[in-house]
């Protein structure tokens, strides 16, 4: 298991979509520091990956015994209005790189405070897909899966990436 690591990996790498919309949204602006978190998310995006081939090579592999499987991928919507959030501020003033790095620390703190790390839009972008499962010992876990999980639930192969998630492996 990766816990604190892996936690900390899949927040930073769930926000790089933050860092593309407030980096797009000041263009215009001089300096050329929009550049920089371009090169940021470019770098979250290669995190993830590595952490993805990680986790499959190196992890223990355990069987899991599911009594329910349920869609988890939903939770999309609130994280794009999180997206969404460096255009509010959007006008040709000088941006704030101050309170907007305030801003982009405290929606990591949320994320991970609140155990939403398992959503990660950059892992929808490699197809993977989430489900809530619960095992046969009635303990429910967030599965991340590149197949489409639907009817009688079956045993799968996985690895245990934090306390809560969980990736099959194929």
């Known amino acids: 298991m990766l816990s604190f690591f892996a936690k900390i990996a899949l927040v930073s790498t769930s926000l790089a979509p933050v ?69 509010a501020g959007t006008s040709d003033q000088q941006t704030n790189l101050p309170v907007v790095s305030f801003v982009f620390v405290l929606i990591f703190v949320a994320v991970f405070a609140s155990n939403s790390y398992h959503f ?10 989430f489900y809530e499962v619960t095992t046969n010992d009635n303990v429910t876990l967030i599965l991340l899966t590149k197949k489409r999980l639907r009817g009688n639930p079956q045993n799968r192969f996985v690895v245990e990436i934090s306390d809560y998630l969980l990736m099959e492996i194929d």
């Open 19 to 87: 860092l593309i919309t407030y980096g797009l949204s000041r263009l215009s602006e001089q300096g050329g520091w929009q550049y920089v978190l371009f090169a940021l998310a470019g770098l979250l995006v290669l995190l993830n990956l590595c952490l993805l081939r990680f986790i499959r090579s190196k992890l223990r592999v355990i069987e899991l015994k599911l009594s329910s499987v349920r869609n988890a991928d939903q939770e999309i919507l609130a994280f794009i209005l999180t997206y969404l959030l460096p255009l």
């Open 120 to 129: 990660n839009p950059l892992l929808g972008l490699f197809r993977y897909h």
